[in-house]
């Protein structure tokens, strides 16, 4: 052989003078090798400079060293803001990783945990999701953090979402708002739709709010839509579910020359930053949340942590 990186277990077992079955059980380190036989196996692969290939050890079950990281969404800025902090945690443990879409889609997930389970990766971190039954998850148990959502049994790492709208609704209200407004998310959503807009509606009561608000999903053409049903000449300041949610509803106020109308929103996302830095935006912590993740993960698979639950605490710059 010209190359050792050419060659196969088959071209070993040629080698050796055995089956193939028996350099699987030398690599593996298994038992009903002999001895003698076993050495000229071993032989043959110092010799030849042989390593297995990566899908020759997952059949065998040995560990590559890989961590799936399934995401709802790719062009998610939140979730890639908390990936970028998976990543560097990942490799200075010595994993690699492979990234997944869910698209929100349960039937996606079971999917992916199947291709995962046959790569034989080591661990996974999902970004969870409403509908995503915990059935489908429970085999993971021990080998799993789940974001964003809970899950009995599960570790996960969650956001404070009633704490971040109660952080722009007691802020919005000492700067002398006192009608705000709400864009939110469905309700069919536990996190950035219910969570959040009942925290709106506690902070309302609380502040002898009349609530004005309005549901639908997290794009910017629903906040720019939605706007329009939320704001009145009343209004003072709106605060929105989400960073996508707030793009659209400034660009609503833009087109109406609405300079007075204070906008509130949870992400604090680099665009909204950059293009609306007068905006009140609540750092949920994604890339905290990601690095916390990444922790307890190693921790779990290195048997030095146990099944928790996180909550990222949120801050208002």
Known sequence: MSSSSRLTIKDIARLSG?????????????????????ERVEAVIREQGFIPSKSAQAMRGQSDKIIGIIV?????????????????????????????????????????LRVLRQRNVDGIILFGFTGLRREVLSEWQEKMVVMVREYP???????????????????????????I???????????????????YLDACQRLAIAPQAALGDLSYQSGFSLAEQVITPETQAVICASDTIALGAMKYLQQQALSGVKIGSIGHTP??????????SVDLGYANAGAAAARQLVGLLNGEANIRQLTIPCKLD
Do not use: W
């Open 18 to 38: 055995v089956g193939k079955s028996t350099v699987s059980r030398v690599l593996n380190n298994e038992g009903k090798v002999s001895q003698q036989t076993r």
């Open 72 to 112: 709802s969404r790719l062009d998610s800025p939140s979730e890639n803001q908390s990936v970028r902090a998976i990543l560097p945690l990942l490799y200075e443990q010595g994993y690699d990783s492979i990234l997944m879409e869910s698209l929100l889609r349960p039937e996606l997930v079971a999917e992916h």
């Open 153 to 179: 049994g599960l570790s996960s790492v969650c956001y404070d979402d009633a704490g971040a709208v109660n952080l722009l609704m007691a802020r919005l209200s000492q700067q002398g708002s006192g009608q």
């Open 271 to 280: 665009l909204l930053s950059f293009l609306f830095p007068a905006t009140l």
């Open 181 to 199: 407004g709400y864009i939110g998310v469905a309700q069919n959503d536990e996190t950035t739709g219910r969570l959040r807009y009942q925290a």
